[in-house]
């Protein structure tokens, strides 16, 4: 075929910013997830105590010229969001596993992750498409709706006044939202990049939170309480900065900073391992 007209045209398409690749890398994790009908029922599952807990509250906000005990558990307070995050944490490790434990295991298993990195993708955009998704999914469980039922407390009260007095409320959910699901995301992000299995992933994971519980409890039984080794168990570390957090008196006699450098730590430790682990020729050695 004769070609008419070789001289050169400039690209007329459209281009990415630099830097973008983790939103489209997260956006379609995001869309792969939302497919899975049983998700969605987990999903559902994880806020039915908004609803549980908007109903409490509006029944508080309209008979609250009815003097009963009932209205004094109906009423939020700063114990009320705490304790919902406290009833969250089954969703939380649900939601963990069931979106995280595949999300860098199964492009190891496939070799998708040398394909993701011979493109202009790098090892950070990776990380952070993986780590978007994830967050995205904890945060729909636990800062959205808590944050709704402040707004709901507000719509049913038809008053700033709870608000008023509990000014701290929002950055302390922000805050423990964050801190809970960024120590989550990023510890099932390096077990997963160490294996090429999900369902081993998920197992490892699950066992690693729920064993540094019983191990922690246990200890404490042996010792009468005289050892508070909170930074050995995952979600007691959580428990403690929860209630710091929140203002209210830590369940342990262990300095809460303890429980920051545990946290830190962990966090630490998984941002190293991703950065060994995630790159785009596989080391044998």
Same mark, same amino acid.
């Given at each position: 075929?004769?070609?008419?007209?070789?001289?050169?045209?400039?690209?007329?398409?459209?281009?990415?910013?630099?830097?973008?690749?983790? =939103?489209?890398?997260?956006?379609?994790?995001?869309?792969?997830? =939302?497919?899975?009908?049983?998700?969605?029922?987990?999903?559902?599952?994880?806020?039915?105590?908004?609803?549980?807990?908007?109903?409490?509250?509006?029944?508080?906000?309209?008979?609250?010229?009815?003097?009963?005990?009932?209205?004094?558990?109906?009423?939020?307070?700063?114990?009320?969001?705490?304790?919902?995050?406290?009833?969250?944490?089954?969703?939380?490790?649900?939601?963990?596993?069931?979106?995280?434990?595949?999300?860098?295991?199964?492009?190891?298993?496939?070799?998708?992750?040398?394909?993701?990195?011979?493109?202009?993708?790098?090892?950070?955009?990776?990380?952070?498409?993986?780590?978007?998704?994830?967050?995205?999914?904890?945060?729909?469980?636990?800062?959205?709706?808590?944050?709704?039922?402040?707004?709901?407390?507000?719509?049913?009260?038809?008053?700033?006044?709870?608000?008023?007095?509990?000014?701290?409320?929002?950055?302390?959910?922000?805050?423990?939202?964050?801190?809970?699901?960024?120590?989550?995301?990023?510890?099932?992000?390096?077990?997963?990049?160490?294996?090429?299995?999900?369902?081993?992933?998920?197992?490892?994971?699950?066992?690693?939170?729920?064993?540094?519980?019983?191990?922690?409890?246990?200890?404490?039984?042996?010792?009468?309480?005289?050892?508070?080794?909170?930074?050995?168990?995952?979600?007691?570390?959580?428990?403690?900065?929860?209630?710091?957090?929140?203002? =209210?008196?830590?369940?342990?006699?262990?300095?809460?900073?303890?429980?920051?450098?545990?946290?830190?730590?962990?966090?630490?430790?998984?941002?190293?391992?991703?950065?060994?682990?995630?790159?785009?020729?596989?080391?044998?050695?």
């Amino acid at each position: 075929m004769p070609i008419h007209d070789p001289s050169y045209r400039r690209y007329t398409g459209s281009r990415n910013e630099p830097g973008s690749s983790w =939103l489209i890398i997260a956006e379609t994790e995001i869309r792969g997830v =939302l497919r899975k009908k049983l998700f969605l029922f987990v999903l559902l599952a994880s806020w039915g105590q908004f609803f549980v807990r908007a109903v409490m509250f509006y029944l508080s906000s309209n008979f609250s010229s009815l003097d009963t005990p009932a209205l004094g558990i109906l009423s939020p307070s700063v114990q009320t969001f705490r304790q919902f995050f406290e009833l969250q944490e089954v969703f939380v490790l649900f939601v963990t596993v069931y979106v995280g434990s595949g999300m860098i295991a199964n492009d190891r298993r496939s070799n998708a992750l040398q394909i993701y990195l011979s493109k202009p993708v790098t090892r950070a955009e990776y990380v952070a498409g993986k780590l978007g998704a994830l967050l995205f999914f904890l945060l729909l469980v636990t800062l959205v709706p808590a944050l709704g039922l402040l707004v709901l407390q507000v719509m049913f009260s038809g008053s700033l006044t709870f608000i008023g007095e509990n000014l701290f409320l929002v950055p302390a959910i922000t805050l423990y939202a964050f801190v809970e699901a960024l120590l989550s995301a990023f510890a099932m992000l390096a077990l997963s990049s160490l294996s090429t299995s999900a369902r081993y992933t998920a197992m490892i994971y699950a066992g690693m939170v729920l064993f540094s519980g019983v191990l922690f409890e246990v200890l404490r039984d042996v010792s009468n309480g005289a050892l508070e080794l909170v930074w050995l168990s995952f979600r007691a570390n959580l428990d403690q900065l929860a209630d710091v957090i929140f203002l =209210l008196p830590p369940r342990y006699e262990s300095p809460w900073m303890v429980s920051v450098l545990a946290v830190g730590t962990l966090i630490g430790v998984s941002v190293a391992v991703l950065k060994w682990r995630v790159r785009g020729v596989e080391v044998v050695t």
